[in-house]
């Protein structure tokens, strides 16, 4: 969409900012389908009013303050020295002070009928509202939130990380440690570290106790939770305290993680005895207090306070209520809120107020968000649903009336449902067919006696429920099962809940920007330059950025706060010869934070320059790369599961700087859309490693100009390293660009897929490896679906190096016989090679190939790791010092004289939103592959 189209887009939204009055609001839902018919109302969470009516008042929470004020600071503020008042959650945002309770509807519940655990939804089309609910929610909608501000609390467990630690205050192992002046005191009950499985009513968090320090000016004194990680890896991280008036509002927690440590203040006056959110971060395995810890000091601005210190926990775990057949075996965020809620502390009124687990989790889901409210909180809740019965298509929302289905002038539910309500739906409908589907049905706005939305048991703040797609109707299900489209929707819920918000308050509305685009680093003279452009431009997307923030890692995964930069570059200086840096960049605005670019890392070479270049071409993220679970055990047979961290999760080129670092060779990094825009030159390089993982027909594993840059590089006697699963099928058996397979790869594509995930050695330069597998498919890895099966090309002189142990060629080598130039392709994936040290031993193989030596020992002063690039922020305007290993400096991208960086791809791949999804029946392998290959270059 052009710019003139971006400002209808604009005005479009704009109509809904004067919607105030709920006369209004109906007026505009009448009018947005006059003569649709009704949409069916599937039972998703239909309950009769008497049901709600006749259950027990919603309790306060244990120490819950009446009537705090609504000035009152915000819960979490994450504090960053080196970070300016612009950005995500602590640092401002559109949602900024906002409360968002969030349900991600269903999940497994004990059914005493049939005596086992059981999804609420069954199986259509290969896909579980249950689980593709709780997927979106906590992959997309709540990141999305909390990067515009709001202090976001799930109703079901929202960390996807089936490993979970808890350290009390009561553990008695050494993992509670007091230090200074004076000691920790009782506090009264608290939380307790209970056997599990849980049987019962049992309550966690009446089941121990807690202590309390006083608050002083200056820190005299600090407790710490030391952690004991089950497994590498990224977690939620939170805290629990009690809760009282004398409480400080300015709690001061400390993070230690393994990408540094992270401060926090927490206004402890509010949502005690409860999980409490800090953050997510990266940890390694073990025990390291110094990089794996929770510390709670007493220094605070609020004289004659307390603090509490209770319990810490991080990761979401596995199921642990016993309901009278064992626990439901399954991740703890696929259980329903029923179970949650009875381990966040709430009591059984709460959960337990019918017979029936499934008919408890109806209300339990809104009850909880009223038990967990506190007076004074500005808080909407949210419901994501998906609905039923087929041939139904599109998007329907609902607030509460007295009827299975009726008018928004039956609306009996929290005045501001209804405008919650319109704001969200008109923002859903406008995004969908703006970048996705410009018929999508809009199937309008209604009212029901949804118990998820009945002010009986909710009647603290505005609600409203989504049934966003069909996931019975085989046209919306192919839609869900797309990560875009899921991501599209839960952007255009959290921006309509900033719209809701902005049109209440009268303010003006300002939308968080998209990730900046063609990030890229080099080094010159041990110098890393980081330099990226503005955002692509998005249809459905934000407000144009103000500054950046670029975050620093030393291995790709763990990053430290970050820094705030005007410009599109910074300069990081104080890197020793040898020291890899990553980093991956933010755009900001008044609106918050989007999303991470690319990440890009570097280790910085002992000469000039570094001689290889890492690319990262593997954009694709659509429904056909989804994971195939068989929960066939709880009657759901083969299900598509939309899990990030298995399909795209964007960190497969620190797997490629890993492997080039263990050889000894540095190495610069570049997003392979730097390279199409012409801001990398690959003729500085003696070799370029470009992976494209499992791209095809419609991302392209390389398109025109990417070829044209490559061809003129091989031509000119580069080395090149191409890995990826679909290269050979996109390229030559579609047609896209077969000259380029045999003139530049010099290969030719055999066959679609070697059924095989196992390869051996047959030739140089790979004599003598071990046998390997390409099976990875953990996080940080992926299933190759398909990988191609080549042959040398005809004439070519090409030889076949690695051969699939079902036969076929894995990988085929060339070298120029009168030049330099030489290829390696392989038919899979070098990021899904399993294991560290196989990785390592096949690219020192590729390296020695191409001719690449290890850089020569460093000498002099710089020998050694160095204090590594300075976290200080960036500047404004011509070239600021940040810090004293940062320069920020403004302008567009002067390429230094000689680049250096490893790229890393985004947690959240964010291209392309607007191109059409690539259909799949998501039912066997090779029917899943046809009907994808028919469908995708759409």
């Given at each position: 969409m052009g710019a003139v189209g971006h400002a209808a887009r604009r005005r479009a939204r704009a109509l809904v900012a004067g919607a105030a009055a709920v006369t209004a609001v109906a007026s505009a839902a009448a009018v947005a389908a006059p003569s649709r018919p009704a949409p069916p109302v599937a039972a998703c969470g239909i309950e009769d009013p008497r049901v709600a009516q006749a259950a027990p008042p919603v309790p306060r929470r244990r120490g819950e303050t009446p009537g705090l004020a609504a000035s009152a600071p915000?819960?979490?503020?994450?504090?960053?020295?080196?970070?300016?008042?612009?950005?995500?959650?602590?640092?401002?945002?559109?949602?900024?002070?906002?409360?968002?309770?969030?349900?991600?509807?269903?999940?497994?519940?004990?059914?005493a009928t049939v005596g086992a655990w059981r999804t609420q939804r069954g199986n259509t089309h290969d896909l579980v509202e249950d689980l593709v609910s709780a997927e979106t929610v906590d992959q997309f909608l709540i990141p999305y939130l909390v990067n515009m501000g709001a202090y976001v609390v799930p109703v079901r467990e929202a960390d996807l990380n089936p490993n979970r630690d808890i350290v009390d205050d009561a553990t008695d192992d050494g993992r509670f440690v007091a230090e200074g002046s004076p000691a920790p005191a009782d506090d009264g009950v608290g939380f307790g570290v209970v056997a599990e499985p849980i049987a019962g009513d049992v309550n966690p968090f009446e089941s121990g106790r807690a202590v309390a320090l006083p608050t002083t000016a200056q820190e005299t004194a600090r407790v710490t939770w030391v952690l004991d990680v089950p497994e590498r890896g990224e977690y939620n991280v939170y805290v629990a305290y009690v809760q009282r008036p004398d409480?400080?509002?300015?709690?001061?927690?400390?993070?230690?993680?393994?990408?540094?440590?992270?401060?926090?203040?927490?206004?402890?006056?509010?949502?005690g005895s409860t999980w409490v959110r800090l953050g997510r971060f990266y940890f390694d395995a073990g025990v390291a207090p110094n990089a794996g810890s929770v510390t709670l000091a007493n220094d605070s601005a609020d004289a004659g306070t307390t603090v509490s210190a209770d319990a810490v926990r991080i990761g979401g775990g596995m199921g642990t209520i016993d309901r009278g057949g064992g626990v439901s075996g399954r991740p703890m965020f696929e259980n329903a809120a029923r179970y949650y809620a009875q381990l966040s502390g709430a009591p059984p009124s709460v959960y337990d107020y019918t017979t029936a687990d499934g008919n408890d989790d109806v209300g339990t889901r809104s009850r909880f968000a009223a038990w967990d409210h506190e007076d004074g909180e500005d808080a909407v809740y949210v419901a994501w649903h998906t609905?039923?019965?087929?041939?139904?298509?599109?998007?329907?929302?609902?607030?509460?009336?007295?009827?299975?289905?009726?008018?928004?002038?039956?609306?009996?539910?929290?005045?501001?449902?209804?405008?919650?309500?319109?704001?969200?739906?008109?923002?859903?409908?406008?995004?969908?067919?703006?970048?996705?589907?410009?018929?999508?049905?809009?199937?309008?706005?209604?009212?029901a006696y949804f118990g998820e939305v009945n002010p009986n048991h909710n009647p603290e703040m505005p609600a409203a429920l989504f049934e966003v797609a069909f996931h019975d109707t085989a046209e919306d299900a192919d839609a869900l099962r797309d990560p875009r489209f899921r991501r599209l929707a839960a952007r255009a819920i959290a921006q309509g809940v900033a719209r809701y918000f902005a049109a209440r308050d009268g303010a003006e509305l300002v939308l968080p920007p998209e990730p900046p685009a063609g990030v890229s680093a080099t080094q010159a003279g041990g110098v890393v330059t980081l330099a990226w452009r503005p955002p692509e431009p998005d249809p459905a997307g934000g407000d144009p950025p103000d500054a950046y923030v670029v975050y620093l890692s030393g291995d790709g995964h763990a990053f430290d706060d970050g820094r705030v930069v005007d410009g599109e570059r910074l300069e990081l200086t104080g890197l020793s010869p040898g020291e890899a840096v990553y980093a991956r960049v933010t755009a900001i605005n008044a609106g918050g934070e989007s999303?991470?670019?690319?990440?890009?890392?570097?280790?910085?070479?002992?000469?000039?320059?570094?001689?290889?270049?890492?690319?990262?071409?593997f954009d694709r993220l659509d429904g056909a790369m989804l994971v195939r679970e068989d929960l066939s055990a709880y009657a759901l047979g083969t299900v598509d599961r939309g899990l990030l961290d298995r399909i795209n999760d964007g960190s497969y080129a620190a797997r490629h700087g890993a492997a080039i670092a263990a050889a000894g060779v540095?190495?610069?990094?570049?997003?392979?859309?730097?390279?199409?825009?012409?801001?990398?030159?690959?003729?500085?390089?003696?070799?370029?490693?470009?992976?494209?993982?499992?791209?095809?027909?419609?991302?392209?594993?390389?398109?025109?100009?990417?070829?044209?840059?490559?061809?003129?590089?091989?031509?000119?006697?580069?080395g090149l390293f191409v890995s990826g699963s679909e290269i050979g099928w996109a390229l030559e058996d579609r047609g896209l660009a077969p000259g380029f397979v045999a003139d530049v790869l010099r290969a030719a594509f055999v066959a679609d897929d070697a059924g095989t995930y196992g390869v051996v050695a047959a030739g140089e330069p790979f004599d003598g490896l071990a046998a390997l597998a390409f099976d990875d498919r953990g996080p940080g890895g992926y299933d190759a679906e398909f990988?191609?099966?080549?042959?040398?090309?005809?004439?070519?002189?090409?030889?076949?190096?690695?051969?699939y142990d079902g036969g076929g060629g894995a990988a085929i080598a060339w070298r120029d016989p009168t030049g330099g130039a030489r290829t390696l392709t392989f038919g899979f994936p070098f990021e899904t090679i399993s294991?560290?040290?196989?990785?390592?031993?096949?690219?020192?193989?590729?390296?020695?190939?191409?001719?690449?030596?290890?850089?020569?020992?460093?000498?002099?002063?710089?020998?050694?790791?160095?204090?590594?690039?300075?976290?200080?922020?960036?500047?404004?305007?011509?070239?600021?010092?940040?810090?004293?290993?940062?320069?920020?400096?403004?302008?567009?991208?002067?390429?230094?004289?000689?680049?250096?960086?490893?790229?890393?791809?985004?947690?959240?791949?964010?291209?392309?939103?607007?191109?059409?999804?690539?259909?799949?029946?998501?039912?066997?392998?090779?029917?899943?592959?046809?009907?994808?290959?028919?469908?995708?270059?759409?």
């Open positions: 915000p819960l979490v503020r994450r504090i960053a020295p080196a970070r300016r008042a612009v950005g995500r959650g602590a640092h401002g945002g559109a949602l900024a002070g906002k409360t968002v309770y969030v349900s991600a509807g269903h999940g497994f519940t004990w059914n409480r400080a509002s300015d709690a001061h927690y400390i993070v230690r993680h393994a990408g540094g440590e992270t401060h926090f203040r927490v206004d402890q006056r509010r949502h609905n039923a019965p087929s041939p139904a298509r599109g998007t329907s929302s609902f607030a509460y009336g007295p009827s299975a289905y009726g008018s928004v002038d039956e609306f009996t539910g929290v005045p501001g449902s209804l405008e919650l309500m319109d704001a969200i739906h008109r923002e859903l409908i406008g995004d969908i067919r703006a970048a996705w589907d410009p018929e999508w049905t809009d199937r309008g706005q209604h009212t999303l991470p670019s690319p990440v890009v890392g570097a280790r910085v070479a002992t000469g000039p320059a570094a001689r290889v270049l890492v690319v990262g071409g540095s190495f610069d990094g570049a997003d392979h859309t730097a390279v199409a825009a012409g801001d990398v030159d690959l003729g500085r390089y003696d070799l370029v490693d470009w992976f494209v993982g499992e791209e095809s027909t419609a991302d392209v594993p390389f398109d025109g100009a990417e070829r044209a840059a490559i061809a003129a590089f091989v031509a000119g006697g580069g990988p191609d099966v080549w042959a040398p090309a005809d004439g070519s002189g090409a030889v076949v190096a690695l051969r294991g560290e040290s196989a990785r390592a031993d096949v690219m020192a193989r590729a390296l020695a190939f191409f001719g690449v030596d290890p850089d020569p020992p460093p000498i002099g002063p710089d020998a050694g790791a160095g204090a590594g690039a300075d976290a200080g922020a960036g500047g404004s305007g011509g070239e600021v010092t940040a810090g004293c290993g940062c320069r920020a400096t403004s302008g567009r991208r002067p390429w230094p004289a000689s680049p250096i960086c490893v790229f890393f791809a985004a947690v959240w791949t964010i291209r392309r939103l607007s191109s059409r999804p690539r259909r799949s029946s998501g039912r066997s392998r090779r029917s899943r592959r046809s009907t994808r290959r028919a469908t995708s270059a759409r």
